[in-house]
């Protein structure tokens, strides 16, 4: 697997610094940040966020976005996910959708979505696992059937991120049959509130609404609304992984707790948890160099969907181990309602951690990914 050194130019380090003053200018004084994509559904944050040009930032100038590198978006995701602001609402939208309309899209839907993506007006769900499916996204059963009107679409989808709260999901759906079982699938853009599809919130363990199942019966959507060419589905998603696995969402959940207990117990940390403390410093630092690698790749047009796969797995496993450490260290039992910070961030954590490695792909799957990989001789 190739990640090549790299380091943050001038200019990039200059709109990191910018992005961190805006953001203590912004949130209010009693903010509560949020673990990593735990942030709130907030629009109104989104639209103020755009109104910087940090929504959709690599989308090019002429479809309403800044014409900024990957990189450049980097530094700006690490500065809110550092500060825990509420990204929730236009999340996917940039981070996987915007990109998938570049490379895939059509020029009619890159000129209706992009525009209203950059400006935190278009919100996006994924459709893509399945009841039963576990983690073999081959396996989907939702169907589209070919129609007068379009497609006929017929199937359900879980863990569906927001989409009782979004606009649009991607759903990946199978086209035709086919032996392998890879072929014939293909992505819509099916709108939420269209009729015949129903979403129902899963409440999680600590009682947040974050994801959803959507039973989607006999959904038309028009064949404008096809993502890319019929059948190539598996391929598309394949490339979309790359920005959804390598990203600093994947190892600065557990930002916000960190600050937290230093900022409580800073003052009194004993020899091991300072120890503790450099430990998950510099495995945190080595996780972001691996991360800001595959951000450049991805910069000069390469697809590192291997490399994404093992960034997502080292850190998630991470974040999970890390939460155990301050668990440890704190020697207290959870209290969600504490009035101490780090208190109630380490609740939430404890709770959420076991969803980390879940979610982009197992852990087992991403390892299996890296193990085909090498045994091929490369990643790319």
């Not at 709109?15 to 209010?28: E, G, K, M, Q, Y």
Request: proline residues 5%; glycine residues 10%; aromatic residues 6%.
């Amino acid at each position: 697997m190739i990640f090549a050194p790299t380091a943050l130019s001038p200019h990039e380090d200059a709109l990191r610094h910018d992005v961190r003053r805006w953001l203590a200018d912004t949130l209010p004084a009693d903010f509560r940040p949020g673990l990593g994509l735990g942030g709130r559904h907030d629009p109104g944050f989104s639209r103020a966020l755009a109104g910087q040009g940090w929504v959709g930032m690599a989308i090019p100038r002429e479809y309403g976005g800044a014409g900024a590198s990957t990189v450049e978006r980097f530094v700006v995701v690490e500065e809110l996910l550092a500060a825990g602001a509420p990204i929730a609402a236009h999340w996917i939208a940039e981070r996987q959708t915007a990109p998938a309309l570049l490379r895939f899209g059509t020029e009619e839907q890159r000129r209706w979505f992009l525009p209203r993506i950059a400006a935190g007006e278009c919100f996006f769900s994924l459709g893509m696992s399945e009841p039963d499916a576990g983690s073999d996204l081959a396996s989907v059963r939702t169907t589209a059937t070919r129609t007068e009107e379009g497609w006929r679409v017929d199937g359900t989808k879980v863990w569906t991120t927001n989409a009782h709260l979004n606009h649009f999901v991607v759903v990946l759906c199978r086209t035709s049959a086919a032996q392998d079982r890879h072929a014939g699938l293909s992505q819509l853009i099916v709108d939420l509130s269209s009729p015949g599809v129903t979403v129902s919130p899963i409440p999680l363990i600590d009682g947040e609404l974050h994801v959803n199942e959507v039973v989607l019966d006999g959904v038309v959507v028009p064949d404008e609304r096809v993502l890319g060419e019929v059948g190539q589905g598996w391929a598309q998603v394949t490339a979309e992984l790359a920005h959804e696995r390598s990203g600093p969402d994947r190892y600065l959940s557990v930002l916000g707790l960190l600050r937290a207990f230093v900022a409580e117990h800073g003052k009194d940390l004993d020899e091991a948890a300072a120890e503790a403390f450099g430990g998950i410093a510099a495995r945190l630092w080595s996780i972001r160099q691996l991360s800001l690698s595959v951000a450049r790749a991805l910069e000069q047009g390469e697809a590192p969907a291997t490399e994404a796969a093992l960034v997502k797995d080292v850190g998630t496993v991470f974040e999970q181990e890390v939460v155990e450490t301050m668990r440890d260290l704190a020697a207290a039992e959870i209290d969600p309602e504490a009035a101490s910070l780090f208190e109630r961030l380490l609740a939430e954590c404890v709770l959420n951690a076991p969803s980390w490695t879940l979610r982009g792909g197992t852990t087992e799957v991403l390892r299996g990914i890296a193990a085909k990989a090498l045994t091929r001789g490369g990643a790319r």
